[in-house]
């Protein structure tokens, strides 16, 4: 059983910065995606940004230049530093972890919540 516990939401205001933390625990195959997605109300859920195990990175391109994944393989560990935040990221924000090992294999967190707002 793999499970992922997200931390680090909240509200921030426009221009504000927030930093979010997830750690993954259970059987994880070592060469794996984690990353962050967000969900707003009455959209669908998209991709923010995700790392590899070997560091390759990938941004959604509203985010770009403004958000930094990294993450921590000896911790099973992924960040998400938000910078410059806007309204518009307002979102449910969910970790992810996945890899193929025969078949596909994915798992998510609990979401956490980031309000933009003033």
């Known amino acids: 059983q793999v499970q992922l516990v997200e931390s680090g939401g909240g509200l921030v205001q426009p221009g504000g910065s927030l930093r979010l933390s997830c750690g993954a625990s259970?059987?994880?195959?070592?060469?794996?995606?984690m990353g962050w997605y967000r969900q707003a109300p009455g959209k669908q859920r998209e991709l923010v940004a995700a790392i590899t195990s070997s560091g390759s990175t990938n941004y959604g391109d509203s985010v770009k230049g403004r958000f930094t994944i990294s993450r921590d393989n000896a911790k099973k560990s992924v960040y998400l530093q938000m910078n410059s935040l806007k309204p518009e990221d307002t979102a449910v924000y969910y970790c992810?972890?996945?890899?193929?090992?025969?078949?596909?294999?994915?798992?998510w967190g609990q979401g956490t919540q980031v309000t933009v707002s003033s």
């Open positions: 259970g059987n994880i195959f070592r060469v794996n995606e």
């Open positions: 992810n972890i996945r890899w193929l090992l025969g078949v596909r294999y994915d798992y």
